[in-house]
């Protein structure tokens, strides 16, 4: 069956400049997970969403940074007003349920570019 | 805070021999324990895992340990083949304020295979 997809693959963009990300998650998985990492570092959290309920944002670097999962489906990560230290690959993941620590499956990523 | 440590950013390992992957935590709250593993320009894919009321863990070659007084995991693969050369995650898994599972993954560590 179809992975976790995320558009675009390539995202070079300019300083100040907004961006969206996108992730389409596994279908029927209820969780859905946004990373990023930055060169030579490890995975950094920035925010998940589970069911319905209100997502956790504890991860987002700053109020530039937000996403939305609308329908309870698609993601979509914004970052407005890009800096340069927003350049790493984005990565989403999907999981099933609430009901246990499911294994995540990821995405190929994002990678962003800020000039 | 670092909350997932994985100290030693590479490892190399002769074919056929154990390559072992350490990761400690800090936080007492994360209750599962995940190994992943990642390619170049590929998305990280679930190897294994672990609950902690469990010290061990075996599927295959791989096998995880968990201490948890010590606050410490490992990995171990063995016999060690060329195409285990990969990046892989220890990542923590804890039940997140909004009722799923938020998962902190570690720096990652380089492993090498030389055949």
């Known amino acids: 069956g179809a992975g976790v997809s995320q558009s675009p693959s390539n995202k070079v963009t300019e300083k100040g400049k907004d961006v969206e990300l996108r992730c389409d998650p596994i279908?029927?998985?209820?969780?859905l997970y946004w990373y990023r990492q930055s060169l030579g570092q490890g995975l950094e959290f920035l925010i998940y969403?589970?069911?319905?309920?209100?997502?956790?944002k504890s991860g987002l670097p700053s109020d530039r940074f937000s996403a939305e999962r609308t329908g309870g489906s698609v993601s979509t990560l914004t970052i407005q007003r890009t800096q340069q230290e927003d350049s790493a690959v984005y990565l989403c993941?999907?999981?099933f349920g609430s009901g246990g620590p499911y294994e995540q499956y990821f995405g190929p990523g994002t990678r962003l570019t800020v000039t | 805070d670092q909350q997932v440590k994985q100290n030693s950013p590479s490892l190399s390992v002769q074919e056929g021999r154990i390559s072992i992957l350490n990761c400690d935590y800090t936080?007492?709250?994360?209750?599962?324990f995940l190994w992943y593993k990642k390619y170049p320009a590929e998305g990280p894919t679930f190897l294994i895992s672990?609950?902690?009321?469990?010290d061990k863990n075996e599927d295959g070659r791989f096998t995880v340990f968990l201490n948890k007084s010590a606050k410490h995991l490992s990995l171990h693969i063995v016999p060690s083949q060329p195409g285990d050369s990969a990046v892989y995650f220890c990542?923590?898994?804890?039940?997140?304020?909004?009722?799923?599972?938020?998962?902190?993954f570690g720096a990652g560590t380089r492993l090498f295979v030389k055949a």
């Open positions: 672990i609950s902690s009321i469990k």
């Open positions: 990542a923590a898994s804890a039940r997140g304020s909004t009722g799923g599972f938020k998962t902190i």
């Open positions: 279908s029927g998985h209820t969780a």
């Open positions: 936080n007492s709250m994360f209750d599962y």
């Open positions: 969403f589970q069911g319905n309920s209100a997502p956790d």
């Open positions: 993941a999907s999981s």
